[in-house]
């Protein structure tokens, strides 16, 4: 059973149209939950990390929340630079200090 | 100026072939991760090191093989065990203990000739 999933796989936003990728994870202890971007052919850039449910980050027109069981990645009015592969991964009691990451979603952004 | 170096960014391997791919970070931080990236799957840990002169086996470890004889130092051998090893490769930082973030390199992409 995979314990961290990702949806949509894919999504295609116009410039200025706000959505949301889903992160949602099943494993028990949640240490903290992390929100990397990767653009093709690059290593993962961090963004947030969140450690409890209730828990919210902001960094220009991305906004990551957390709940028991899930958390978004909120977009605000996109632009064509957010276009990249959204990844989360997690780290629970079960792994130690090792991160579980989940697929990925593929964001384009058209102008 | 801080970070995680990799390279090659790209590398080629013949039939039967050992390739180590090198790692560095000048960050100070004491534990350090190989990840294997295949298109539509998540990042797979192959190999950890939360110390120097240890290391651990991750999900994936079979046909590879690590050292780890230098803080700043954490090289990764794809040996001629491993059938499959065309993928990104991606190296990883942390400082010691729970909830501390990963930092990536910019990875090597391995190619089989």
């Known amino acids: 059973e995979d314990q961290v999933t990702q949806s949509p796989e894919a999504l295609r936003l116009q410039e200025g149209e706000s959505s949301s990728l889903n992160c949602s994870y099943t494993v028990s202890g949640l240490r903290g939950l992390f929100w990397y971007r990767q653009d093709p052919g690059k290593g993962p850039e961090f963004l947030f990390t969140l450690y409890s449910a209730g828990e919210e980050k902001e960094k220009e027109r991305l906004k990551a929340t957390l709940t028991k069981k899930e958390s978004f990645l909120h977009i605000t009015a996109p632009k064509p630079e957010d276009s990249a592969t959204y990844l989360c991964?997690?780290?629970?009691?079960?792994?130690?200090?090792?991160?579980?990451f989940g697929p990925g979603t593929r964001l384009s952004v058209l102008p | 100026d801080g970070g995680i170096t990799q390279s090659p960014k790209y590398l080629f391997r013949k039939e039967g072939q050992n390739v180590t791919l090198s790692c560095e970070q000048n960050l100070n931080h004491d534990a350090m991760y190989w990840y294997r990236q295949d298109p539509g799957q998540g990042l797979r840990l192959i190999y950890y090191?939360?110390?120097?002169?240890?290391?651990q086996k991750g999900d994936i470890a079979e046909g590879y093989s690590v050292s780890r004889e230098k803080k700043e130092s954490f090289p990764l051998t794809v040996t001629s065990a491993q059938k499959n090893p065309t993928a990104f490769y991606l190296c990883?930082?942390?400082?010691?203990?729970?909830?501390?973030?990963?930092?990536f390199g910019p990875g090597t992409r391995l190619l089989v000739l």
């Open positions: 991964a997690v780290q629970a009691v079960d792994y130690g200090q090792n991160f579980v």
């Open positions: 090191s939360q110390i120097v002169n240890d290391f």
């Open positions: 990883a930082s942390s400082r010691a203990g729970n909830q501390e973030t990963q930092y």
